[in-house]
């Protein structure tokens, strides 16, 4: 991985419109009760997604960079499924249930997680609602995914959590001392404005999910399917979490389809998540097993609009199961707080038809809508960008820091600053790639500083920079310019 193939917004929309399954065959043989029987009318609210894509660069790096953006959907990673990975074989009865078994995940040892009624095939895997309505101090959590895979998730931190549930008269309160307000902003629906300062690095939301969908149950299932499944999901969620969920943008305004609305708000605010699994080995330690992709819905992330050049950074954390946003730069009372959808290191043209196929906008902010030899000039920076990476990841050619310095100036211009760690790792591996240790660790210091609010600290390009920090003489990167030209000398910086 390297701070380079970025990868768009989390949210899921990016579902290759309209859905994944081609044919919209109504099985009319589903046992499914009627709508009415959920027994909930659905709220409403504006429309719109969000999603990812990878620059799809092909690298010779002889080790990745860390281009991209943590959560985002992407049509190549729901492609690169690691679900092999995980142990169907660890399914024990529940995975053997056959169709509409009795809810109430095998009445055993008080799991906190309940099974819906109704499950829907893909194959050999059966996908059913799963909720755990104490989780996150009762807001509550809703999977849809295998009984096998629920097995592993829920009998690992945070999802195996026990908790009482809350009464039903319990409300969950608002987060406490947010330094935002829902606001309606003309030609967006509901956006988040700061109320107060923000600085450049303060985590401003702390979330966990309200319904998670297992890629494969996203991918797999006919809409009619995963609609009916994700009313169950929403319904098993506490009620004020519920209500959130059902106030997000995109239900369908016709009269009787709330599933379709249900459906919609699903694909229209998820983000792309993977949960890290992990298993117990022989000397009782929880070592890593794999990952399992999901696409999540969290009530006030999705209330974020997009921007190119957006204020606010985030990524998911397998290990809390939170999805945590940043400020990037600082922030002035009254400024909208934006992310974005897509990969914004793309020309104008590629942001607008993306944002406009998958979320049905065309994007407004400054990068979009200024004059057009601005655009143009915008544009051509973007361009000079990607060729500037794909000559800094190529590490059998001539590269120089010089260039890296040039990319990092291209991305200061372009206002990205949530992407810049990217431009910091590859200045600082070119520093060090000619024998320049200080310079070298000013910037890898200042690509940890900002892409472990911006990535994670999961991320190989962090270890790569820790390193780095540490000792540049041993870092793999440690002269390589040179060495690669044939230039190597006895001296160095
Ligand atoms: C995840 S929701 C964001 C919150 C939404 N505005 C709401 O009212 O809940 C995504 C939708 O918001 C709207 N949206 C987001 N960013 C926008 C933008 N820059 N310009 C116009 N509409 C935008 C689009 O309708 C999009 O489908």
Redesign the pocket.
């Given at each position: 991985e390297s701070p380079g193939d970025y990868s768009d917004l989390g949210?899921a929309a990016q579902w290759p419109s309209p859905f994944t399954c081609p044919t919209l065959v109504v099985d009319n043989t589903t046992s499914c009760p009627p709508v009415a029987e959920y027994g909930f009318s659905l709220g409403h609210?504006?429309?719109?997604?969000?999603d990812s894509q990878s620059d799809g660069a092909s690298r010779t790096s002889r080790e990745s960079t860390p281009d991209a953006a943590a959560t985002l959907s992407s049509p190549t990673s729901l492609e690169a499924q690691p679900a092999a990975q995980h142990p169907e074989t660890i399914s024990s009865a529940a995975s053997q249930q056959p169709h509409h078994t009795q809810p109430a995940i095998e009445e055993e040892k008080k799991s906190p997680w309940t099974r819906s009624t109704i499950c829907r095939r893909v194959g050999r895997d059966e996908f059913c609602a799963f909720a755990h309505q104490s989780f996150g101090s009762g807001q509550g959590i809703s999977l849809i995914t295998t009984p096998a895979r629920i097995l592993i998730l829920g009998s690992q931190p945070p999802l195996d959590e026990v908790l009482p549930p809350l009464s039903p008269e319990q409300v969950i309160p608002e987060t406490a001392s947010s330094p935002y307000q829902d606001v309606f902003?003309p030609?967006?629906?509901?956006?988040l404005v700061a109320s107060e300062p923000i600085r450049a690095g303060r985590r401003i939301m702390l979330a966990t999910p309200a319904v998670m969908v297992d890629d494969r149950a996203f991918t797999g299932l006919r809409k009619e399917d995963l609609a009916i499944l994700l009313a169950q999901a929403v319904v098993n969620l506490p009620k004020t979490h519920r209500a959130r969920f059902l106030n997000?943008?995109?239900s369908v305004d016709d009269e009787g389809s709330q599933l379709d609305s249900i459906h919609k708000i699903f694909t229209?605010?998820a983000f792309k998540t993977t949960i890290k699994t992990v298993e117990t080995n022989l000397a009782g330690v929880a070592v890593p097993a794999g990952e399992i992709d999901f696409h999540s819905t969290f009530t006030e992330v999705?209330?974020?609009?997009?921007?190119c050049s957006p204020n606010l950074g985030y990524y998911f954390d397998s290990d809390t199961l939170s999805h945590k946003v940043y400020a990037v730069r600082d922030v002035f009372p009254g400024e909208e707080l934006t992310i974005s959808?897509v990969d914004v290191i793309q020309p104008r043209s590629v942001r607008q038809d993306r944002l406009r196929s998958t979320?049905?906008?065309?994007?407004?902010?400054p990068r979009c809508s200024a004059e057009p030899h601005v655009v143009a000039e915008s544009d051509d920076r973007v361009g000079q960008m990607l060729q500037l990476r794909r000559e800094l990841d190529d590490y059998s050619i001539a590269a120089t820091p010089e260039k890296a310095e040039l990319l990092l100036t291209l991305y200061e211009l372009e206002g990205l600053a949530v992407r810049i760690y990217e431009a910091y790792y590859r200045v600082a591996l070119e520093w060090n790639g000619v024998g320049e240790s200080a310079r070298a660790m000013k910037y890898a210091r200042l690509c940890l500083d900002k892409g472990l609010t911006l990535r994670g600290p999961d991320r190989p390009f962090v270890d790569s920079m820790r390193e780095l920090v540490a000792n540049p003489t041993t870092h793999w990167s440690w002269r390589f310019r040179l060495k690669e030209k044939g230039k190597e000398s006895n001296g160095s910086s």
């Open positions: 949210l609210g504006a429309d719109g997604p969000h902003v030609g967006k629906g509901i956006g997000l943008s995109g229209t605010n999705s209330r974020l609009n997009h921007d959808y979320w049905s906008f065309s994007c407004t902010c």
